[in-house]
């Protein structure tokens, strides 16, 4: 029979550690499944003014401190956050910072969410390649053309873990290389071994490779900006220092990055910039090992202002203050204005472009195939809520590799069941992955054992 463990909390802190390990180098945890609250009730949404879709690329004006323009979206259908990030060049926690109380793998068909485009740019020198670890971008300035103009690329980034932090500093980038092999490191062996997923010495180049297709050498010895074979762990912190692009931003950073290109690593988690006439602040949260008091943490926003007003000439009497406090502590990870007079982040929001994608093409829905009597199958359990049966599968989806997976009513619960896979071996490593980086322990299965 199968296992139809019932999601408790031993299962749900399993399942929360299990992605999170699936996403970095060396493993780590990931979400539950969990209960989820009841979506909010639908509501006539407002009248926005209609957007195009949010840019990777912008040009650059003389002293323009901020790209982009936040926006809002709706979920269609089954998506994922991580599936609206990825569209859009951002990061997991870019997304799940700006959509605070939205489940990140069931938000739910037709929500409205929070597209956190709008970035200031780091008080960094605008050349060659600048990442701002506490906002998990980097940015790539490009040389001007011709006529003087010069563009700047914004790619969401891995960092590094805290045990693992990615060096500050300017170093520039020494080689680049596509589809290199990866020379595994020692501590990174020693880590998959202690989980039970023994990596090779090497591991050969192509698009399963951890480290991605393409990689750009730094001038710190063992540091490099690369890809990824997990790319939803894209904007988490989940590498052994280096910086970590979805591997479709890295193809368009390889062409266009020189070697020889400066590189320069800052952390900073708060910034002030104007867009037009808004004094703009954006906060991020600090990373741990450089963590801030709230005293501390208004002071250096207080700095950013204040160099910013005087940019302008402005008056410190012209901010809210009260206001700056209060987005210093929600930490919401997008530029919100702060001068007296200018709408508070609801009304900021609720006046947010949106962006209205074309329709998901939903495949004609076919009745269910038979089983195959010859494919073997994982179950994974059966769960009360429909929602966490959801979750589970959109977990597995985005794996890296994925790993095909269906829900099925099931007595009164729902049931998860990973394949089909072809044969016991393929299955048996499939089974492997999953209980290592989901904690979850499932039952192989073939239909004909059941009789089908």
């Given at each position: 029979?199968?296992?139809?463990?019932?999601?408790?909390?031993?299962?749900?802190?399993?399942?929360?550690?299990?992605?999170?390990i699936?996403?970095?180098?060396?493993?780590?945890?990931?979400?539950?499944?969990?209960?989820?609250p009841?979506p909010?009730?639908?509501?006539?949404?407002?009248?926005?003014?209609?957007?195009?879709?949010?840019?990777?690329?912008?040009?650059?004006?003389?002293?323009?401190?901020?790209?982009?323009?936040?926006?809002?979206?709706?979920?269609?259908?089954?998506?994922?956050?991580?599936?609206i990030?990825?569209?859009?060049?951002?990061?997991?926690?870019?997304?799940?910072?700006?959509?605070?109380?939205?489940?990140i793998?069931?938000p739910?068909?037709?929500?409205?969410v929070?597209?956190?485009?709008?970035?200031?740019?780091?008080?960094?020198?605008?050349?060659?390649?600048?990442?701002?670890?506490?906002?998990?971008?980097?940015?790539?300035?490009?040389?001007?053309d011709?006529?003087?103009?010069?563009?700047v690329?914004?790619?969401?980034?891995?960092?590094g873990?805290?045990?693992?932090?990615?060096?500050?500093?300017?170093?520039?980038?020494?080689r680049?290389?596509?589809?290199p092999?990866?020379?595994?490191?020692?501590s990174?062996?020693?880590?998959?071994?202690?989980?039970?997923?023994?990596?090779?010495?090497?591991?050969?180049g192509?698009?399963?490779?951890?480290?991605?297709?393409?990689?750009?050498?730094?001038?710190?010895p063992?540091?490099?900006?690369h890809?990824?074979?997990?790319?939803?762990?894209?904007?988490?912190?989940?590498?052994?220092?280096?910086?970590?692009?979805?591997?479709?931003?890295?193809?368009?950073?390889?062409?266009?990055?020189?070697?020889?290109?400066?590189?320069?690593?800052?952390?900073?988690?708060?910034?002030?910039?104007?867009?037009?006439?808004?004094?703009?602040?954006?906060?991020?949260?600090?990373?741990?090992?450089?963590?801030?008091?709230?005293?501390?943490?208004e002071?250096?926003?207080t700095?950013?202002?204040?160099?910013?007003?005087?940019?302008?000439?402005?008056?410190?009497?012209?901010?809210?203050?009260?206001?700056?406090?209060?987005?210093?502590?929600?930490?919401?990870?997008?530029?919100?204005?702060?001068?007296?007079?200018?709408?508070?982040?609801?009304?900021?929001?609720?006046?947010?472009?949106?962006?209205?994608?074309?329709?998901?093409?939903q495949?004609?829905?076919?009745?269910e195939?038979?089983?195959?009597?010859?494919?073997?199958?994982l179950?994974?359990?059966?769960?009360?809520?429909?929602?966490?049966?959801?979750?589970?599968?959109?977990?597995?989806?985005?794996l890296?590799?994925?790993v095909?997976?269906?829900?099925?009513?099931?007595?009164g619960?729902?049931?998860?069941?990973?394949?089909?896979?072809?044969d016991?071996?393929?299955a048996?490593?499939?089974a492997?992955?999953?209980?290592?980086?989901?904690?979850?322990?499932?039952e192989?299965?073939?239909p004909?054992?059941?009789?089908a």
């Amino acid at each position: 029979m199968p296992d139809r463990r019932r999601a408790g909390p031993t299962a749900r802190r399993y399942a929360l550690g299990g992605l999170l390990i699936a996403l970095t180098l060396t493993g780590c945890m990931k979400e539950p499944v969990v209960p989820l609250p009841p979506p909010p009730p639908k509501a006539e949404a407002p009248t926005r003014a209609p957007a195009p879709g949010p840019q990777l690329a912008f040009e650059l004006a003389p002293q323009q401190q901020v790209v982009g323009v936040t926006q809002v979206t709706r979920v269609q259908g089954d998506e994922t956050l991580l599936d609206i990030a990825r569209r859009f060049h951002l990061g997991y926690e870019e997304m799940e910072w700006a959509n605070r109380g939205v489940d990140i793998w069931v938000p739910g068909d037709g929500r409205e969410v929070v597209l956190p485009v709008a970035q200031i740019l780091p008080d960094a020198p605008h050349r060659g390649l600048v990442a701002n670890l506490a906002a998990r971008r980097l940015f790539h300035f490009l040389p001007a053309d011709a006529s003087g103009k010069q563009g700047v690329v914004s790619y969401p980034i891995g960092i590094g873990r805290e045990e693992f932090p990615t060096p500050l500093g300017t170093t520039q980038v020494t080689r680049k290389r596509a589809y290199p092999d990866w020379r595994v490191p020692a501590s990174v062996r020693r880590a998959h071994a202690l989980r039970g997923d023994p990596l090779p010495a090497v591991v050969p180049g192509g698009p399963d490779n951890p480290i991605g297709t393409h990689v750009l050498d730094l001038g710190w010895p063992t540091y490099v900006i690369h890809s990824t074979n997990k790319p939803s762990g894209t904007g988490l912190r989940v590498t052994h220092g280096c910086l970590q692009l979805y591997p479709e931003d890295i193809t368009r950073l390889f062409d266009q990055a020189d070697v020889g290109t400066e590189v320069t690593v800052v952390d900073q988690p708060i910034l002030a910039g104007w867009q037009g006439d808004q004094l703009l602040l954006e906060v991020h949260k600090p990373l741990e090992e450089h963590a801030m008091t709230a005293n501390a943490a208004e002071a250096v926003a207080t700095v950013a202002i204040r160099k910013a007003l005087a940019a302008r000439g402005r008056d410190e009497h012209d901010v809210d203050w009260e206001r700056v406090r209060t987005y210093v502590q929600a930490q919401s990870g997008y530029p919100l204005p702060v001068l007296r007079g200018a709408p508070e982040r609801s009304a900021f929001l609720a006046m947010a472009p949106l962006y209205a994608p074309p329709p998901i093409q939903q495949a004609q829905r076919q009745p269910e195939p038979a089983p195959k009597a010859d494919a073997w199958y994982l179950h994974l359990g059966d769960y009360q809520g429909e929602n966490n049966a959801r979750k589970l599968v959109a977990q597995l989806r985005h794996l890296g590799p994925p790993v095909p997976a269906t829900m099925r009513p099931f007595a009164g619960r729902h049931e998860v069941t990973a394949g089909p896979f072809p044969d016991r071996q393929d299955a048996e490593r499939i089974a492997h992955r999953i209980e290592v980086e989901l904690g979850l322990r499932g039952e192989l299965k073939r239909p004909a054992d059941a009789g089908a």
